[in-house]
């Protein structure tokens, strides 16, 4: 069983950044994918950003060029940079463990983009 802790959400401006970290615990086996989902108010969860052990990486093509993600595997950590926030990126993010098709969340952070 894996627990996750998310930190670093929170009330940015429009065109601001914020960076996101996602801590993981418990049996991990080395072989895995750390990531990001989504999700705002009336919309289905979104992937974001995932990473894997190897840090090959896939992004939602709406973050490319925005936002970041990286992993320390030493720390079981992944970080998720996010520049020129926009008012569509308001949402929960919610930090995802995968291995062997196995998946799991944290509780998630609250992003709010506003003026």
């Known amino acids: 069983q894996v627990q996750l802790v998310e930190s670093g959400g929170g009330l940015v401006q429009p065109g601001g950044s914020l960076r996101l970290s996602c801590a993981a615990s418990?049996?991990?086996?080395?072989?895995?994918?750390m990531g990001w989902y989504r999700q705002a108010p009336g919309k289905e969860r979104e992937l974001v950003a995932i990473?894997?052990?190897?840090?090959?990486?896939n992004y939602a093509s709406s973050v490319k060029g925005r936002f970041t993600i990286s992993r320390d595997n030493a720390k079981n950590t992944v970080y998720l940079q996010m520049n020129s926030l926009k008012a569509e990126d308001t949402a929960v993010y919610y930090c995802?463990?995968?291995?062997?098709?196995?998946?799991?969340w944290g509780k998630g952070t609250l992003v709010t983009v506003s003026s």
């Open positions: 995802l463990f995968r291995v062997y098709g196995m998946d799991s």
């Open positions: 418990g049996i991990i086996p080395s072989a895995n994918a």
């Open positions: 990473i894997t052990s190897i840090s090959i990486t």
